[in-house]
């Protein structure tokens, strides 16, 4: 069902052989597009896309991905600055989430999506006709009436781009009031035909504006003279059949079914046949070579309230059928059906079968689940349901759907999952959504996507996370971060307002349909609302999600959505997202808000959970990396700060990998000694229970050796989380304030790998001064714990010499695949901690756990050493002489570049110098043996000269290029220091 091409079955084949439409154009639309029909009277057809998560339930990461993915191709077309300045406005229902995610992928760019649900107290900035849909006015109603008004771009984004006519009336109508230069339509298929691209052409040359395309596929839908018409009979044809079949004579097969007319109970699913293949089941009944399937009829019977009389020719497959929506008031079902006055208590009571039959399996009796649920597949004529039917073909054979199940299922509202939503975020971009706002939910996602894995049962393989019509982008959202970190297949869909005929058919895109009442009290009164594909998919649980303004009794009446899904899954569940409501009080969120809990692996970073907590938000589907010479130019011109960007991670080559693994091998017990004495020395003079708080990233594999040696040597569970400290710009303040709020700050001690000029132990001094200026809570202690101080900048280290510590030889392989520490503006909230990205695309070449692991194995070794090692430190004079800062004002004098910050010291810094900056030369100590290798070697891939130098206190110092036109990181005398 997650396909458009099923086992090489096209699911536009059936509607293709009916009505002869042709789908042509690129390779990727047959992947991208099946095909359906609907009850519209001005288009019978309707595309179905494989991508969008409306319709067909599909992996939420290639949801999210292919509108992520038309966002980066907008920003590209754009150009950072312009797509800095744009807005994003997504079509509604359909295109809510799309939009969304689109405007993800332009980066900044905040996001409105139009709505059909008026919200009082907000008045509408404009509003446009979508002329072909079943629904066809949209408002626009933003919280910031200047959203629209700014002359940036205007991205305008739907599913489906077919003639243009949409786009015209929304840009007349805005043009009119918010004139602009330029826009850009973003669909996932471009459908438009030849005169529809010349018309939109001229439309922008009437207005002055231009006017971009991007989709991710472009063809043509061709239709035979007459289709609307004969769309409209086949359906019609089709449906009257259905009721026929149902009202086979003595058969009563059906109440109806997804209806609430009347006090009838409303139901589920009906099960009908397709017709042969390659034509149209005959009137007045089916066709003896119809095989059976699944099929939900929709409309009315024609008018007088009496299903028409049917019947099973020959042998054929005769279906039980359910009448959507229910006969008038007062009028009966074909002989032998239950009435629509029927109590809805005996709903599930079918009328005898024909003669040898058997009631369709799925009904429940008494006061069991009400609605009437048909046997899958239909039993074969003569009434007894078989394992395969007359041509042999075994039990969903022809398509994906399963039995409802048949057992009793529960009648009590499902289970509730608080997700702790973020106090006043938007559900979504009716109002408005902006970078802040997603920020804000990334942050979030971790949390929530935990508390749904919790809930669900152990047993669960498989979970749909059913959104709610315009409610698309939080639960896709949700449900992404679900797959990502839950051992579960998941996958995504949502309700809709559009009523579409289902045939189980793999040839078919809409195979099953869920009917139910309207849950959300909308404007245009009450009606039917559907869920596709979901009955008989497979799914051992659904999470539904709502928003507040949709949790009504509706929702859990008997023939509501809830109960709906419970007869198609062993499990539902339910979620609900506080509806926001502009100006309101739930709007308002306190400040400062609650801080999120710390990220964990395996959701963030490859540790495992309890390894470090990270303090952090998670920005890894923002594109936050620049080419090394872009960058630097940027930081010397003071164009940007180094923390607004990353650089690209460095992808080792497999000699440079041997050189890493030979000096693990190497070092490993000098490591294993180092961090246990470090360890001994925090223990012993500073908090006999200490709270480890690393200086992300580099300082995050010291504080779990750090851990890890408590544990082994004394029985310790420390508490260890990861903190962002930026040149420049101080620690993160609100990670201080967790961590205050969350442990005596006496007794957090932050942790880094090394020392250089000690630039870093300056910085959190400072920062440390300023937070108890600004919050007025004191007792964190600014002195840092390091594996090597060999600048002499710190009185608690675990040795002074200047070696080759591994981890400094890689960037995020080593450090959990965490980028370095991110802050930005437009990114990071007064209220929010800084960022980092996690790299799980570069998992296979992780050695971040080996690491740990190949030094922890030393510890037994290095038991003795450690302690004579912690004994001698505890008696030296350890006071900071800081003898670095000394070396490095020289060099930077003796070499003429008269900037220390361009001056880097020691092992660990030089390798950072070779990875991500511009290296101008290396000073080598005369003599320095293994632990240069992998120096050495990078240097000689960038080619950069080593010099020799008898007189240096470091092993090592790497010189950035004092003249680089570019830009020579630091210039501006805050430069990264990892």
């Given at each position: 069902m997650n396909n458009a091409v099923n086992n090489g079955v096209w699911s536009g084949s059936w509607v293709a052989e009916r009505l002869g439409v042709q789908l042509v154009g690129d390779d990727e639309l047959k992947q991208m597009l099946g095909l359906a029909l609907r009850r519209n009277p001005k288009r019978a057809h309707l595309l179905v896309s494989n991508v969008l998560g409306k319709h067909v339930p599909q992996s939420p990461s290639v949801v999210y991905g292919a509108g992520f993915a038309l966002g980066r191709r907008v920003r590209e077309l754009l150009g950072a600055a312009e797509a800095g300045d744009a807005v994003v406005l997504g079509y509604a229902e359909t295109a809510t989430g799309l939009g969304h995610a689109v405007a993800d992928g332009v980066?900044?760019?905040?996001?409105?999506?139009?709505?059909?649900?008026?919200?009082?107290?907000?008045?509408?900035?404009?509003?446009?006709?979508?002329?072909?849909?079943?629904?066809?006015?949209?408002?626009?109603?933003?919280?910031?009436?200047?959203?629209?008004?700014?002359?940036?771009?205007?991205?305008?984004?739907?599913?489906?781009?077919?003639?243009?006519?949409?786009?015209?009336?929304?840009?007349?109508?805005?043009?009119?009031?918010?004139?602009?230069?330029?826009?850009?339509?973003?669909?996932?298929?471009?459908m438009r035909s030849a005169a529809d691209v010349g018309r939109l052409e001229e439309f922008a040359r009437e207005i002055g504006a231009r006017v971009d395309l991007v989709a991710a596929a472009s063809g043509t839908v061709r239709l035979p003279e007459g289709v609307l018409e004969r769309g409209q009979a086949l359906v019609a044809r089709y449906e009257a059949e259905s009721a026929?079949?149902?009202?086979?004579?003595?058969?009563?097969?059906?109440?109806?079914?997804?209806?609430?007319?009347?006090?009838?109970?409303?139901?589920?699913?009906?099960?009908?046949?397709?017709?042969?293949?390659?034509?149209?089941?005959?009137?007045?009944?089916?066709?003896?070579?119809?095989?059976?399937?699944?099929?939900?009829?929709?409309?009315?019977?024609?008018?007088?309230?009496?299903?028409?009389?049917?019947?099973?020719?020959?042998?054929?497959?005769?279906?039980?059928?359910?009448?959507?929506?229910?006969?008038?008031?007062?009028?009966?079902?074909?002989?032998?059906?239950?009435?629509?006055?029927?109590?809805?208590?005996?709903?599930?009571?079918?009328?005898?079968?024909?003669?040898?039959?058997?009631?369709?399996?799925?009904?429940?009796s008494g006061a069991g689940a009400s609605g009437l649920v048909a046997q899958f597949p239909a039993p074969p004529s003569g009434g007894v349901a078989a394992e395969a039917d007359q041509q042999g073909n075994p039990p969903g054979a022809r398509g994906t759907a399963r039995p409802?199940?048949?057992?009793?299922?529960?009648?009590?509202?499902?289970?509730?999952?608080?997700?702790?939503?973020?106090?006043?975020?938007?559900?979504?971009?009716?109002?408005?959504?902006?970078?802040?706002?997603?920020?804000?939910?990334?942050?979030?996602?971790?949390?929530?996507?935990?508390?749904?894995?919790?809930?669900?049962?152990?047993?669960?393989?498989?979970?749909?996370?059913?959104?709610?019509?315009?409610?698309?982008?939080?639960?896709?959202?949700?449900?992404?971060?679900?797959?990502?970190?839950?051992?579960?297949?998941?996958?995504y869909s949502t309700t809709t307002r559009s009523p579409v005929l289902a045939v189980d058919d793999p040839g078919y895109a809409i195979r099953t349909r869920l009917a139910f009442p309207a849950h959300d009290d909308p404007a245009d009164g009450p009606g039917e609302r559907y869920a596709y594909n979901v009955a008989g998919a497979g799914f051992d649980a659904v999470i539904a999600v709502v928003d507040s303004a949709a949790d009504t009794p509706e929702l859990h009446a008997p023939e509501g959505l809830l109960a709906q899904l419970a007869a198609h899954t062993p499990h539902v569940l339910l979620a609900v997202v506080p509806s926001y409501v502009p100006g309101a009080p739930s709007a308002r969120p306190e400040r400062p808000p609650m801080l999120p809990e710390p990220l964990r692996g395996p959701a963030f970073s490859s540790y495992d959970p309890e390894e470090v907590g990270w303090l952090l938000q998670d920005l890894s589907d923002v594109t936050l990396e620049a080419p090394t010479e872009e960058r630097e130019e940027a930081i010397q011109s003071g164009g940007a700060h180094y923390a607004e960007s990353l650089p690209v991670e460095y992808?080792?080559?497999?000699?440079?990998?041997?050189?890493?693994?030979?000096?693990?091998?190497?070092?490993?017990?000098?490591?294993?000694?180092?961090?246990?004495?470090?360890?001994?020395?925090?223990?012993?003079?500073?908090?006999?229970?200490?709270?480890?708080?690393?200086?992300?990233?580099?300082?995050?594999?010291?504080?779990?050796?750090?851990?890890?040696?408590?544990?082994?040597?004394?029985?310790?569970?420390?508490?260890?989380?990861?903190?962002?400290?930026?040149?420049?710009?101080?620690?993160?303040?609100?990670?201080?304030?967790?961590?205050?709020?969350?442990?005596?700050?006496?007794?957090?001690?932050?942790?880094?790998?090394?020392?250089?000029?000690?630039?870093?132990?300056?910085?959190?001094?400072?920062?440390?001064?300023?937070?108890?200026?600004?919050d007025g809570i004191t007792g964190f202690d600014p002195e840092i714990a390091v594996l090597a101080d060999p600048g002499s900048c710190v009185r608690t280290y675990g040795t002074r010499d200047d070696y080759l510590i591994p981890s400094a030889c890689l960037n995020s392989t080593v450090s959990g695949l965490i980028s370095r520490t991110v802050l930005r503006a437009d990114l990071v909230g007064p209220h929010d901690y800084h960022g980092a990205k996690f790299y799980r695309e570069l998992a296979d070449a992780d050695v971040s756990v080996a690491f740990l692991d190949a030094v922890s194995a030393r510890f037994p070794e290095v038991v003795d050493a450690v302690e004579a090692t912690a004994k001698e430190l505890l008696s030296a004079d350890r006071a900071p002489t800081w003898e670095g800062w000394a070396a490095v004002e020289r060099i930077s004098e003796e070499y003429g570049i008269h900037d220390v910050n361009l001056v880097k010291p020691g092992v660990g810094e030089t390798t950072r110098v070779l990875l991500r900056r511009v290296p101008w030369k290396i000073l080598a100590r005369a003599g320095a043996g293994a632990d240069l290798d992998h120096v050495r070697l990078l240097a000689e891939q960038r080619g950069v000269p080593v010099e020799e130098v008898t007189e240096l206190p470091y092993t090592c110092v790497g010189l950035i290029h004092p003249k680089y036109t570019r830009g020579a990181t630091g210039a501006d005398g805050r430069a990264v220091n990892l």
């Open positions: 980066g900044d760019a905040p996001y409105l999506h139009s709505t059909r649900r008026p919200v009082a107290g907000v008045a509408p900035a404009g509003g446009f006709e979508e002329s072909h849909s079943h629904a066809t006015s949209h408002l626009l109603l933003p919280e910031d009436p200047g959203l629209l008004a700014g002359d940036g771009p205007l991205v305008l984004v739907d599913d489906e781009f077919s003639t243009g006519n949409t786009v015209l009336n929304t840009v007349r109508d805005l043009h009119a009031r918010y004139p602009r230069r330029r826009y850009v339509v973003v669909a996932l298929v471009d026929a079949a149902g009202s086979s004579s003595g058969a009563g097969a059906g109440a109806g079914a997804g209806s609430s007319s009347g006090a009838g109970a409303s139901g589920s699913v009906a099960q009908f046949p397709a017709p042969p293949s390659g034509g149209v089941a005959a009137e007045g009944g089916l066709s003896s070579a119809a095989p059976s399937g699944l099929v939900a009829q929709f409309p009315a019977p024609p008018s007088g309230g009496v299903a028409a009389e049917g019947s099973s020719s020959g042998a054929g497959a005769s279906g039980l059928v359910a009448q959507f929506p229910a006969p008038p008031s007062g009028g009966v079902v074909a002989e032998g059906g239950l009435s629509s006055a029927a109590p809805s208590g005996s709903a599930g009571q079918l009328p005898a079968p024909p003669s040898g039959g058997v009631a369709a399996e799925g009904s429940s409802a199940p048949t057992g009793p299922q529960a009648t009590n509202d499902p289970a509730r999952i608080d997700l702790h939503w973020p106090p006043g975020l938007p559900d979504g971009g009716r109002h408005g959504f902006t970078p802040a706002h997603r920020i804000r939910l990334e942050a979030a996602l971790p949390a929530m996507a935990a508390r749904l894995a919790e809930a669900l049962p152990a047993d669960t393989r498989r979970v749909l996370v059913l959104g709610f019509e315009e409610l698309m982008y939080a639960p896709l959202r949700i449900a992404r971060e679900l797959e990502r970190s839950a051992d579960v297949e998941v996958r992808q080792p080559s497999e000699q440079y990998q041997a050189l890493f693994h030979a000096a693990l091998e190497e070092t490993a017990a000098r490591l294993a000694q180092a961090a246990g004495a470090v360890t001994e020395l925090v223990l012993a003079e500073r908090s006999p229970r200490p709270v480890l708080v690393s200086l992300a990233r580099a300082g995050t594999p010291v504080g779990v050796l750090m851990r890890r040696w408590a544990q082994f040597r004394h029985g310790l569970e420390l508490p260890h989380y990861a903190v962002s400290i930026v040149r420049g710009r101080g620690i993160d303040a609100n990670a201080l304030r967790w961590l205050a709020a969350h442990h005596d700050p006496r007794d957090v001690v932050f942790v880094d790998g090394w020392t250089g000029k000690g630039a870093i132990t300056r910085e959190l001094a400072e920062a440390i001064r300023e937070f108890e200026a600004s």
